[in-house]
């Protein structure tokens, strides 16, 4: 699998289901939330903004994409609404490596360039350095409709997790 192939497969709505530990609180949280990724044109004036902005030619990037969502935990009453621009960026010399442009990262509410990879057995490995933390998360396909998405935010100096969580997705079907 490639990077081109990875977003393919995710462009569509999803249903998430994601649990999280927070250390730091001792808290565990439910998140149940609606996901829509779809397919951005390299052309389109986020994507050149954002390539721009990392100082990155526009013609470098494939399959841009946004991603929204929306979701309840049961942690607060507070809807969790966003959306992200993504952007990667193939290592030309290595088409399972590159990074992840992103103008609203996962761990820090700032742009955000992460390194990817993807493994042998098709998980996507995405590695995101903030200022005050690091991300890590990895995805993968169970079946076309079915993906799991497990990640880790540690410690800027990566000597202590903060929050882990677990995610399955199930892609939202068409009804007849």
Not at 30 to 48: E, K
Not at 75 to 79: A, H, S
Not at 86 to 92: F, G, Y
């Given at each position: 699998m490639d990077i081109t192939q990875f977003v393919s497969s995710s462009i569509g709505q999803w249903k998430s289901q994601r649990s999280a530990h927070h250390m730091i609180f001792s808290h565990f949280e439910?998140?149940?939330?609606?996901?829509?990724?779809?397919?951005?044109?390299?052309?389109?004036?986020?994507?050149?903004e954002?390539?721009?902005a990392y100082d990155i030619d526009p013609s470098q990037a494939v399959v841009p994409f946004q991603m929204s969502w929306e979701g309840e935990s049961d942690?607060?009453?507070?809807?969790l609404k966003g959306s992200t621009i993504?952007?990667?960026?193939?290592?030309?010399n290595s088409p399972d490596r590159?990074?992840?442009?992103?103008?609203?990262?996962?761990?820090?509410?700032?742009?955000?360039?992460?390194?990817?990879?993807i493994t042998e057995d098709g998980v996507f490995v995405l590695i995101?350095?903030?200022?005050?933390a690091a991300a890590?998360?990895?995805?993968?396909?169970?079946?076309?409709?079915?993906?799991?998405?497990?990640s880790t935010i540690k410690t800027s100096d990566g000597t202590g997790v903060v929050t882990a969580s677990f995610s399955s997705e199930l892609r939202a079907m068409a009804t007849p």
């Open positions: 439910a998140v149940r939330s609606a996901i829509d990724i779809v397919a951005l044109t390299p052309d389109n004036p986020a994507v050149i954002l390539c721009q942690w607060n009453d507070e809807v993504l952007v990667p960026i193939p290592d030309p590159g990074q992840l442009l992103r103008d609203r990262g996962y761990a820090e509410t700032m742009a955000a360039a992460a390194r990817y990879h995101t350095e903030y200022n005050r890590e998360e990895r995805i993968w396909f169970v079946n076309p409709n079915l993906r799991f998405r497990v």
